[in-house]
């Protein structure tokens, strides 16, 4: 009894001894960094450029052999049929692309992540549209692309994407004959890029082409910023204007879809009260809208819905098709624009909104709008960028813009955030034994 009660005292003693004698503490240091942004490369017959907000960008192209990032000489790189990544301190790099005489397309770069939604494209006879991933990494990725069609779900599909490369797949080998479809990327391991473009063509008609920007991830409240209205150029004849939605989750969910304009909002006469079916894509005619230039589309949903925007018609005697997709607010933007006049979608419920315009030879300027719902702004083919602050009130983006070549309008999406990350502490004393 007595050699248990001396070895409780002594185990007493060694813990009273390790907490009660003093250390210093260890000073954890962190490092910051932001993730790069990863630019599509051309698909066929097609030209276009990367439009970064000022010259000396880090950047290089996405190839077998690592490349380290190297100053752009412009501000203006050639679109090539290597992606390109980009540094993420920059401004949001923006894409501008083009089939001479038949489509104009325009997509923000975004970085690599693990989980993106779309909803947009078809995989029938009419088309030519396509997914395209990068892998800027060096180990692999596999993803997971679970498909929706108006039938419901399909079969999912596993894809393997090699280090620094990247690969384009034909909407049709996904959902071969479906007219509507959505979809979901989740990756197994690794990160990557992608982009997705539609584009159509009836034996030797063409229907225009056009990136889909990724969705905002699935919610009760969907924004949908600069659809383009009849009025969007003086020679325009929509011929089709259509929301496509889908509900990811086992509910049917009631929709209401609002009507948002500079000059007010409202909630369509048959809008108003929608039943959308789970698991299934639908889409939903908006011929009866008034008469904008542009417009936004607010979706409140009982469940959780993505949506998007299809527009389709005759601008400048040119047959075009423009995607617009669901986007998540501003958190405080610098962002490239091309050098293309167009027009800057504001959605917000704030009174006013201000933001920093940099013109060529970096010339600086703020611009106030009051913002009723909605303000459009007319951007200059002079302006190279424009930078936003946070604001109290959630503000969606979005551009459209308009050349020889036809019309394009893309969500803006939240800039690149920043992470700190902690480095691990090293105490030496732990190696290095004591002198005696």
Same mark, same amino acid.
């Given at each position: 009894?007595?050699? $248990?009660?001396?070895?409780?005292?002594?185990?007493?003693?060694?813990?009273?001894?390790?907490?009660?004698?003093?250390?210093?503490?260890?000073? !954890?240091e962190?490092?910051?960094?932001?993730?790069?942004?990863v630019?599509p490369?051309?698909?066929?017959?097609?030209?276009?450029? #990367?439009?970064?907000?000022?010259?000396?960008?880090?950047?290089?192209?996405?190839?077998?052999?690592?490349?380290?990032?190297?100053? &752009?000489?412009?501000?203006?790189?050639?679109?090539?049929?290597?992606?390109?990544?980009?540094?993420g301190?920059?401004? +949001?790099?923006?894409?501008?692309?083009?089939?001479?005489?038949?489509w104009?397309?325009?997509?923000?770069?975004? &970085?690599?992540?693990?989980?993106?939604?779309?909803?947009?494209?078809?995989?029938?006879?009419?088309?030519?549209?396509?997914f395209?991933? +990068?892998n800027?990494?060096?180990? *692999?990725?596999? #993803?997971?692309?679970?498909?929706?069609s108006?039938?419901?779900?399909?079969?999912?599909?596993?894809?393997?994407?090699?280090?620094?490369?990247?690969?384009?797949?034909?909407?049709?080998?996904?959902?071969?004959?479906?007219?509507?479809?959505?979809?979901?990327?989740?990756? !197994?391991?690794?990160?990557?890029?992608?982009?997705?473009?539609?584009?159509?063509?009836?034996g030797?008609?063409?229907?225009?082409?056009?990136? #889909?920007?990724?969705?905002?991830?699935?919610?009760k409240?969907?924004?949908?910023?600069?659809?383009p209205?009849? *009025?969007?150029?003086?020679?325009?004849?929509?011929?089709?204007? !259509?929301i496509?939605?889908?509900?990811?989750?086992?509910?049917?969910?009631?929709?209401?879809?609002?009507y948002?304009?500079?000059?007010?909002?409202?909630?369509?006469?048959?809008?108003?009260?929608?039943?959308?079916?789970?698991?299934?894509v639908?889409?939903?005619?908006?011929?009866?809208?008034?008469?904008?230039?542009?417009?936004?589309?607010?979706?409140?949903?009982?469940?959780?819905?993505?949506?998007?925007?299809?527009?389709r018609?005759?601008?400048?005697?040119?047959?075009?098709?423009?995607?617009?997709?669901?986007?998540?607010?501003? !958190?405080?933007?610098?962002?490239?624009?091309?050098?293309?006049?167009?027009?800057l979608?504001?959605?917000?419920?704030?009174?006013?909104?201000?933001?920093?315009?940099?013109?060529?030879?970096?010339? $600086?300027?703020?611009?106030?709008?009051?913002?009723?719902?909605?303000?459009?702004?007319?951007?200059?083919? +002079?302006?190279?960028?424009?930078?936003?602050?946070?604001?109290?009130?959630?503000?969606?983006?979005?551009?459209?813009?308009?050349?020889?070549?036809?019309?394009?309008?893309?969500?803006?999406?939240?800039a690149?955030?920043?992470?700190?990350?902690?480095?691990?502490?090293?105490?030496?004393?732990?190696?290095?034994?004591?002198?005696?």
């Amino acid at each position: 009894m007595r050699i $248990r009660i001396l070895i409780l005292l002594i185990f007493s003693l060694l813990m009273f001894a390790t907490t009660t004698i003093s250390s210093p503490v260890a000073k !954890r240091e962190f490092v910051e960094s932001v993730a790069t942004f990863v630019c599509p490369a051309k698909n066929g017959d097609t030209s276009g450029s #990367i439009q970064l907000g000022k010259s000396g960008v880090l950047a290089a192209p996405i190839e077998k052999k690592n490349r380290e990032l190297k100053k &752009s000489k412009s501000r203006v790189l050639p679109l090539t049929s290597k992606a390109r990544v980009v540094a993420g301190e920059s401004p +949001t790099p923006l894409l501008l692309s083009a089939k001479s005489g038949t489509w104009l397309a325009l997509s923000q770069c975004s &970085s690599s992540a693990g989980e993106f939604w779309f909803i947009g494209g078809t995989a029938d006879v009419s088309s030519l549209g396509y997914f395209q991933f +990068t892998n800027e990494n060096l180990g *692999k990725a596999i #993803i997971d692309v679970e498909l929706w069609s108006e039938d419901g779900n399909e079969s999912t599909r596993t894809l393997t994407i090699p280090p620094r490369s990247t690969k384009n797949y034909s909407l049709t080998t996904f959902m071969p004959g479906k007219k509507l479809t959505a979809f979901h990327l989740l990756s !197994r391991s690794g990160l990557v890029s992608v982009a997705l473009f539609d584009e159509r063509r009836k034996g030797l008609t063409t229907y225009g082409g056009d990136y #889909i920007a990724p969705n905002s991830t699935p919610s009760k409240k969907a924004l949908i910023a600069g659809i383009p209205g009849a *009025k969007f150029v003086k020679k325009s004849k929509i011929t089709s204007q !259509r929301i496509r939605l889908f509900v990811p989750g086992e509910t049917d969910a009631i929709i209401q879809v609002n009507y948002i304009s500079p000059t007010g909002v409202f909630a369509p006469v048959g809008l108003d009260s929608l039943r959308v079916p789970a698991q299934k894509v639908v889409e939903v005619d908006l011929s009866d809208l008034p008469k904008d230039r542009l417009f936004a589309l607010q979706v409140l949903a009982s469940e959780p819905v993505i949506a998007s925007v299809l527009t389709r018609g005759q601008f400048n005697n040119q047959r075009e098709l423009i995607w617009n997709s669901s986007v998540e607010a501003t !958190r405080g933007e610098r962002m490239a624009l091309a050098e293309r006049s167009g027009y800057l979608s504001i959605v917000s419920s704030a009174p006013k909104v201000s933001f920093t315009v940099v013109k060529d030879r970096g010339k $600086r300027s703020t611009v106030t709008l009051p913002v009723d719902a909605m303000a459009i702004w007319k951007v200059s083919d +002079t302006v190279r960028e424009i930078q936003f602050q946070a604001n109290a009130e959630p503000t969606y983006l979005a551009l459209a813009i308009k050349s020889g070549s036809g019309i394009a309008a893309t969500s803006l999406a939240p800039a690149q955030s920043k992470e700190l990350t902690a480095l691990p502490v090293l105490d030496s004393t732990l190696y290095i034994p004591r002198a005696r």
